[in-house]
């Protein structure tokens, strides 16, 4: 994620830039204390979202800022910084994602990470595909969903999300898709379609090594290629951690036993 804080103070862009690092330890964070500077570093980086403060000294407030900004970025999200709650109002005519009070926390920027309004296009340094675990189960490439053909393809891709990497053989797919369903050869060659639709899907974007399928052993995903809320939060990200609200995969029933082990972990990590 490319972020930009902006405020007069330096002590409050360094603060930010500290919690973001935090909750965002592969994006960039980027601070200016003048207006200038930051019309200055939107030019030379795109932008996900800027923290502005709403009560800039001088001709560039953070309301005429944020005009600025959103004039290059249509779908920059804006969340703006103040001290004063009545300029809430202020904030969302200017179709921002949020606001943050001060003084500054943590849990706050990490929330407001949470419910941007415009989402991050999916794509990283190497070309990352985005897929969210928490909630419903949806993937995305360059802000769109990615298209596939079956309703199926797209739950098989969840499966083999939910497996982490591992070769999933055809009996474990079709025991996750089909479970009321043997594995025979009606339900072989429905797998064998979806697969082929979902490396169509991944060719279409420009990422057909995501997938790994082995002839005779089985089928994965190069999880390094994914941007994926559910492996960050096996690796700490206490973004991902911050966002993960009970719900996991929520429209498919394999899910069920990954959701039972990340609630089990959550109440651990509660006790303690």
Request: proline share 4%; hydrophobic share 40%; net charge negative.
């Amino acid at each position: 994620m490319y972020t930009l804080t902006v405020d007069d103070r330096e002590l409050i862009v360094n603060q930010m830039q500290g919690i973001l690092k935090r909750l965002d330890p592969d994006g960039s964070h980027l601070g200016a204390t003048t207006g200038a500077d930051a019309l200055r570093l939107a030019k030379e980086q795109p932008l996900d979202v800027a923290f502005l403060d709403i009560e800039m000294p001088g001709d560039l407030s953070g309301l005429v800022l944020a005009g600025q900004l959103k004039a290059r970025y249509p779908k920059l999200n804006i969340v703006f910084i103040t001290g004063h709650q009545e300029y809430a109002m202020n904030a969302f005519e200017m179709d921002a994602s949020g606001y943050l009070l001060k003084p500054l926390t943590e849990q706050a920027v990490a929330h407001q990470l949470s419910v941007l309004r415009f989402k991050s296009d999916g794509t990283q340094p190497g070309g990352k595909i985005r897929i969210r675990c928490f909630g419903t189960f949806e993937a995305y490439c360059n802000g769109a969903p990615l298209d596939f053909s079956y309703s199926k393809s797209k739950e098989l891709l969840a499966c083999l999300v939910d497996h982490n990497g591992a070769l999933c053989s055809n009996d474990t797919l079709i025991g996750n898709l089909w479970p009321d369903e043997p594995a025979n050869a009606y339900t072989k060659a429905r797998l064998r379609k979806c697969v082929k639709d979902l490396k169509d899907v991944f060719a279409s974007v420009g990422a057909s090594d995501v997938i790994r399928h082995q002839l005779r052993i089985g089928i994965g995903l190069d999880v390094s290629r994914l941007d994926c809320d559910y492996y960050r939060y096996l690796q700490g990200d206490p973004m991902a951690v911050h966002q993960f609200n009970g719900a996991y995969m929520s429209q498919y029933a394999f899910a069920e036993e990954t959701r039972a082990a990340l609630l089990y972990e959550q109440l651990q990590d509660d006790e303690e």
